[in-house]
């Protein structure tokens, strides 16, 4: 259930609603600041000012009243003139929050808009592994002075985080935790609680540690609250601890997360030093950022877009499996040109390539969805992948068996002809084996590569498809029925 506001409005409901009163009060100074233009009055240049005054208070205020996410929502729905308008009345110590929040295309809009000044200004109110996630779009100039401003601990920090590549443990961790000895009482860790004032945001758990920072275990919360202040922290705490490496994948910890319910885990260097933590948060905002460029990637987008960026922009990221599409289009049409004396004998056959083609793609975007999703999970290795694709294979089997005949009966149904009905049939299993293997193949081979399973596999897997289904189709009709 969406989470309700006090005035029992659904949240996203209520986000909309700011989305567009934001958009009509652009829209009303346009308006009135348009008409004004062309109206000569007393004091036009001053009615003009107040005028233009009074909106920006008013869009001041709407601003104000807002969270940053909200705001962020708003930047990435509004076109390039609007948004900076709106971006430059932002308070400026929501700059930094708000660059996390939006999408990285849009981030590169509001950051050319900042000078270094406002930029430095913005990311040094970041925590460390905040300004970890803005430096790949950070101007070179404004990233070395801002590592120049940072203390010892915080710039050595950063550096780890920046020297690990994307995709790992490290790029999600952040180092707001508290860890404790295991020699000391429940009672002194509550006293130390107390005089820090405050606990980072998603705590569940102490880590606990011993002279070198080597991770020994943790401290559930819930144990220190109930038990004897004068036990020790060794006696309580859990020595099974789910950890990972600074270099670990991130999908493997965003299933790790899944699987044992987590809500904070610790991370550690190779001398199995505590070196930060990973929250529930960092996982979530993974896991969606995945799905988005999954989605994207099947569409055949190289990378995010900017809902309103230039038009040679998104040219140029739609553009490749463009004309891989276009390619594979034409190797298709090569492939129906060789039997063209055989769809001339037979008219019949141009009517019914389109549904073995068809049928053979939609087979092969079922079996790829299953290998990619089954990829990302991790459940797919070398000891089961032959057991996986004589599944496939057996499922086409059987498919090919019910509709290929079933289309079969109905090819001889439409045009009486028996032999046109077996070759579709058969055309219609052979079609689906290939596609089978296929949709098994591209991604296996794709994950082998170190490339994602996910980028360009419907592409592929449809000129296959729609290439061997004419291949097969009118090769067979030229055997047996001409």
């Not at 989470?3 to 986000?15: G, Q, R, S």
């Not at 490749?320 to 599409?325: D, I, Q, R, S, V």
Request: glycine share 4%; proline share 3%.
């Amino acid at each position: 259930m969406a989470e309700l506001n006090a005035n029992n409005t659904p949240a996203e409901d209520l986000l909309k609603q700011h989305l567009e009163e934001v958009i009509e009060l652009l829209n009303k100074q346009r308006l009135e600041e348009t008409i004004l233009q062309h109206q000569s009055m007393p004091r036009h240049d001053l009615v003009e000012t107040l005028l233009h005054k009074q909106h920006q208070v008013a869009l001041k205020q709407k601003l104000d009243q807002l969270h940053s996410a909200d705001i962020a929502y708003i930047l990435e729905a509004l076109p390039l003139r609007q948004r900076l308008v709106i971006w430059n009345m932002v308070q400026s110590e929501l700059d930094g929050q708000i660059l996390l929040d939006v999408s990285d295309a849009v981030r590169q809009t509001l950051i050319s808009d900042m000078d270094p000044d406002e930029l430095l200004t913005a990311t040094e109110q970041l925590e460390t592994n905040e300004i970890a996630d803005l430096a790949p779009d950070l101007p070179e100039d404004v990233l070395q002075e801002l590592l120049e401003s940072l203390n010892d601990q915080s710039r050595a920090q950063l550096e780890s985080v920046l020297s690990h590549e994307d995709d790992t443990v490290a790029s999600l961790m952040d180092f707001n935790m508290v860890a404790i000895r295991d020699d000391i009482t429940l009672g002194v860790v509550l006293r130390y609680l107390r005089r820090r004032g405050n606990l980072p945001e998603h705590t569940d758990k102490l880590f606990v540690v011993d002279h070198q920072n080597a991770l020994k275990g943790v401290l559930s919360l819930k144990r220190l609250l109930v038990n004897n202040p004068d036990e020790r922290v060794s006696e309580l705490m859990s020595n099974e601890v789910v950890h990972f490496k600074l270099s670990d994948e991130a999908a493997d910890a965003a299933r790790a997360f899944e699987r044992y319910d987590l809500l904070t885990a610790p991370v550690v260097d190779e001398h199995n030093r505590l070196q930060g933590r990973i929250c529930v948060d960092a996982i979530l905002d993974y896991i969606r950022e995945e799905s988005d460029d999954e989605i994207l990637n099947q569409a055949g987008l190289l990378e995010e877009e900017d809902l309103f960026s230039g038009i040679w922009q998104s040219l140029k990221n739609r553009w490749f499996w463009l004309g891989m599409n276009l390619i594979t289009a034409f190797v298709s049409t090569r492939v129906i040109g060789l039997f063209e004396n055989t769809i001339e004998q037979i008219v019949a056959l141009a009517s019914l390539m389109p549904i073995v083609a068809g049928i053979g793609g939609n087979t092969g975007t079922q079996t790829s969805t299953l290998i990619i999703r089954s990829l990302a999970l991790g459940l797919i290795s070398p000891s089961n992948v032959r057991k996986l694709v004589t599944k496939e294979l057996g499922i086409a089997v059987l498919n090919g068996l019910v509709w290929g005949s079933l289309i079969g009966v109905v090819a001889y149904g439409l045009y009486r002809d028996a032999h046109l009905g077996m070759v579709m049939a058969m055309a219609m299993m052979l079609n689906l084996l290939v596609a089978a293997a296929m949709g098994v193949a591209i991604p296996l081979v794709r994950h082998h590569l170190k490339l994602d399973p996910a980028v360009g596999t419907s592409v592929l897997l449809t000129a296959i498809t729609d290439s061997m289904g004419f291949f097969i189709f009118l090769g067979l009709a030229t055997v047996f029925l001409i």
